[in-house]
């Protein structure tokens, strides 16, 4: 009979650009695999350069990369990598960006403003990506800068099964600490059974990572407040309000946050009295130069590891999460 054959398989492809390699191995390990042979380098001026070391030709291809310093850099490079995979003519590639890069430039504060996150779904797009995965967009709307399906996943359970053996509702706040915070806020008080209180901060927008404290709602007194947020860059944010909780009657404070940005001087903050613990994924590197006695990076491998399961063989992401944020 006249035709070809074809076997209809489809072949799961993992590809890693150089910031967090560790999270790509740990990945393609719970998946059973390992990563595809890549020819990445940086020539002396600082162009950068990707080849597979094999064909990839009608896979599905999954190109991981954390956005960690220099971040340019590493942006720049997973472009290139979508880039090459496109012009070997894989068949769906999917971004995997744990930390979306300048998703904290979601709209426009001030005029003549530029919108990067934005920006940065339309290179995705320029270069070749189909689709995009990522934990715990800083806003959520960054999920509609990007033409096509975007995977946004939820750091939430890796954390909450660590604080449920570590704290005890019946003496537990959860806290967001601002008022863009406190629709991911009110989903942990409801999941840890415990009270919501929320800090109302103000920033001064000529001035970059500085807040002011104004006030609590909620009661805070004799309590053990878990404030929850996206990430911690410098942790001027966070040591105010934990500062601002411990004055007005807190009896600790614990952090959660799922990425860990920490630039400097962020560990020298962070190891402020107000603070009893910080609890981070590895969404972005934590080097060891990076950690301290009360800091706990949790590994968000399986998480992106199932979801990338889910959307290879055509499942539910959503079922991941319950519906539930």
């Known amino acids: 009979m006249a035709g070809i054959e074809t076997t209809g398989s489809k072949r799961l492809v993992l590809v890693s650009g150089r910031a967090h390699p560790e999270l790509a191995e740990q990945i393609a390990a719970e998946l059973g695999t390992e990563l595809m042979p890549t020819d990445a380098r940086t020539f002396a001026n600082g162009e950068l350069y990707a080849r597979y070391d094999e064909s990839v030709r009608g896979t599905d ?11 340019n850099e590493w ?10 995979l496109k012009r070997a003519s894989a068949k769906r590639i999917t971004v995997v960006s744990p930390f979306y890069p300048y998703a904290r430039q979601d709209k426009k504060g001030r005029g003549r403003e530029p ?12 270069a070749g990506a189909d689709r995009i995965m990522s934990i715990d967009l800083h806003a959520a709307q960054i999920q509609g800068f990007f033409d096509g399906p975007v995977d946004h996943l939820f750091a939430m359970p890796v954390l909450l099964e660590h604080f449920r053996q570590l704290l005890d509702p019946q003496t537990l706040t959860v806290v967001s600490p601002d008022m863009g915070r406190v629709r991911v806020a009110d989903i942990w008080s409801d999941k840890l059974g415990a009270p919501l209180a929320i800090i109302h901060k103000r920033r001064d927008p000529l001035v970059p990572n ?4 104004h ?35 807190a009896i600790g404070v614990v952090v959660a946050a799922t990425h860990a940005v920490l630039s400097t001087p962020a560990v020298d903050i962070l190891q402020d009295e107000s603070i009893d613990r910080v609890v981070v994924t590895d ?40 519906g539930a944020a």
């Open 215 to 249: 006030e609590i709602v909620g009661t805070v007194e004799g309590r053990v407040c878990l404030i929850v947020d996206d990430l911690i860059d410098t942790g001027r944010t966070i040591v105010k309000a934990a500062e601002a909780l411990k004055a007005n009657g």
């Open 75 to 84: 942006l720049m490079e997973q472009l290139i990598m979508v880039d090459a």
């Open 283 to 322: 969404t972005l590197p934590v080097p060891e130069s990076k950690r301290w006695d009360r800091l706990t990076v949790l590994p968000i491998a399986p998480l992106l590891a199932r979801a990338i399961r889910e959307v290879f063989e055509d499942g539910s992401v959503t079922s991941m999460f319950d």
């Open 210 to 213: 500085e807040v002011s404290v």
């Open 115 to 126: 919108i990067s996150a934005r920006l940065v779904a339309d290179l995705y797009k320029a």
């Open 61 to 71: 291809a999954f190109v991981i990369q954390s956005h960690a310093t220099p971040i």
